[in-house]
């Protein structure tokens, strides 16, 4: 499917994906854009492609930090590498249950809603097994761009793995890209 419907937006993680992951941040003066973010992001935005942000914030949850800080952070990313068309934020924390919170795919089909496109025309990237899970569940291609925090069982998931953002989006410009469906990651996560 992958091969047969043209991409529309691609989509980001934020920390650790575009940003430096500062654990439940709420200073804007700390963020960091990952190296290479800008350079990706121009390079979506030149080939006429949406972008956006799809981020869990369970800090706010967790009480570590208010929703305002969370937004002039949010605010900061935008001034640094954005604008993007459409921010997609959970507040809530693992035991909240929502539909929201990454691996559920319910932020990247908002994302979707408000672009007025197709999940099948999205594409996500992120840094740990949860983003690949909420995209695939979505039905939105995905790319996996490890960190220091990516687990060698989430790499080993992926059905598409970048060294880093601008070879992640090489990846999807080109075309080059694995559409992995949610059963077939749950195929993928099967014990042996």
């Known amino acids: 499917m992958g091969g047969t419907v043209t991409l529309k937006a691609v989509l980001f993680d934020?920390?650790?994906t575009l940003i430096v992951d500062v654990p439940y941040n709420g200073d804007p003066q700390l963020v960091r854009p990952m190296g290479g973010a800008l350079e990706?992001?121009?390079?979506?935005?030149?080939?006429?492609?949406?972008?956006?942000?799809?981020?869990?914030?369970s800090g706010v949850a967790r009480g570590l930090l208010t929703l305002e800080q969370m937004h002039s952070v949010n605010q900061r990313v935008d001034q640094l590498l954005g604008p993007f068309d459409v921010w997609e934020v959970c507040p809530h924390g693992p035991e909240d249950a929502c539909d929201?919170?990454?691996?559920?795919?319910?932020?990247?089909?908002?994302?979707?809603?408000?672009?007025?496109?197709?999940?099948?025309?999205?594409?996500?990237?992120?840094?740990?097994?949860?983003?690949?899970?909420a995209a695939a569940a979505a039905?939105?291609?995905?790319?996996?761009v490890p960190t220091e925090i990516t687990r060698r069982e989430e790499i080993e998931a992926a059905g598409n793995v970048a060294e880093d953002l601008h070879h992640a989006v090489e990846l999807l410009l080109s075309g080059a890209l694995e559409h992995t469906t949610d059963r077939a990651l749950h195929e993928q996560d099967a014990p042996v």
């Open 100 to 133: 929201c919170r990454k691996p559920a795919p319910g932020m990247i089909l908002g994302a979707c809603s408000t672009l007025g496109i197709n999940p099948e025309e999205v594409a996500f990237i992120g840094d740990i097994g949860a983003d690949m899970e």
């Open 40 to 57: 990706a992001l121009r390079k979506v935005r030149r080939a006429g492609l949406a972008t956006g942000v799809v981020t869990n914030q």
């Open 139 to 144: 039905g939105a291609r995905a790319v996996l």
């Open 14 to 16: 934020r920390d650790g």
